[in-house]
């Protein structure tokens, strides 16, 4: 079993770890996370190092970005990336420059209230998803300035909302066209802007790593479990989670308290923890748990 998150080291946060990551414009999100897998791999593997550690063969992020969008790209490392799916719960927030093609209209801020709620989406050509008409939720879409054609909007929206396609369709309902112009990322849930990481603040933090300096990296480099904080909670005896590693459920025997989990939700996944605060895996809450004897959490991911 890990120990609790904020007492472990280098090498533990970089074979279970996430980097808030600050996607430059140019690569794609793919390119990004190879380059981020490729050097905390080198830096764990390193030949100077005695332990002879094997690094790192897997990352991954948190939705794709285009490669001239910019912004929050959360990126799992190593045994963390069975965490991925965490990233399909929760919303994502941006900051979109609209374009255009005539005059904006007097109707600008009427029309984006009706785009508010739930809206009707069709993936464009190049996705890498079927083309079928879905649903997707946008709670917030914001005028933040207007200047001659081009709108500074915020939206805030389900995982999977296509701002593309969004502001094409705006740009329809508008009477005068539009088209998305410059994009950057703000939030993705539980992440936001506020900390982000450039690749040059990750390179810089691993070699002062390497140079005995370990302050930076673990600054730089957060324990996994930053990824679960707005799921609901399950926390479970050490005994419960060395069941949990054999593949069995989580059973209310060993369910010492569960938190967060919101009214009516139906088999919501959920995060189950040690009590020392250290993930122990992914599972969705049964609807009629029995909380004196039968299964509590249905797994999904195992952690440890």
């Given amino acids: 079993m890990r120990g609790p998150p904020d007492e472990r080291g280098t090498d533990e946060r970089l074979s279970f770890g996430v980097v808030n990551l600050d996607k430059p414009p140019g690569p794609s999100a793919h390119q990004v996370t190879g380059w981020v897998r490729d050097l905390v791999s080198a830096a764990l593997a390193a030949p100077e190092r005695a332990d002879g550690h094997a690094g790192i063969d897997r990352a991954a992020h948190a939705g794709t970005l285009d490669p001239k969008v910019t912004g929050c790209l959360p990126i799992l490392l190593g045994d963390a990336t069975r965490l991925a799916q965490v990233f399909l719960e929760g919303d994502k927030e941006y900051v979109a420059v609209l374009e255009l093609h005539g005059p ?5 801020e009427t029309v984006l209230s009706e785009f508010e709620g739930d809206i009707y989406q069709k993936p464009p050509k190049k996705s890498a998803v079927a083309r079928k008409l879905r649903v ?3 709670s917030e879409l914001t005028a933040l300035e207007v200047e001659d054609r081009r709108v ?3 939206i805030r929206c389900e995982s999977g909302t296509y701002v593309r396609k ?18 950057r990322r703000t939030s993705t849930t539980p992440f936001d802007d506020t900390d982000l990481v450039s690749m040059h ?28 904080t707005h799921l609901p909670r399950v926390t479970i005896a050490d005994s ?3 069941e949990v590693a054999e593949g069995a459920p989580v059973y209310a025997p060993g369910v010492l308290d569960v938190e967060g989990v919101p009214e009516r939700a ?9 009590p020392d605060g250290a993930a122990v895996c992914l599972g969705r809450l049964v609807g009629a748990a029995d909380m004196e004897s039968g299964t509590v959490v249905d797994l999904e991911r195992v952690v440890v």
């Fill in 166 to 183: 969004l502001c094409h369709d705006l740009g329809r309902a508008l009477g005068v066209g539009a088209h998305m112009g410059d994009l």
């Fill in 152 to 154: 500074l909007l915020r």
């Fill in 201 to 228: 603040d990750l390179t810089d933090a691993l070699a002062f790593a390497a140079e005995g300096d370990s302050e930076t990296l673990l600054d730089t480099v957060q324990p996994a479990e930053r990824a679960l």
């Fill in 136 to 138: 997707r939720r946008v």
């Fill in 240 to 242: 419960a989670a060395r």
């Fill in 104 to 108: 904006a209209p007097e109707s600008l």
């Fill in 266 to 274: 139906e088999e919501p996944l959920v995060a189950c923890y040690t």
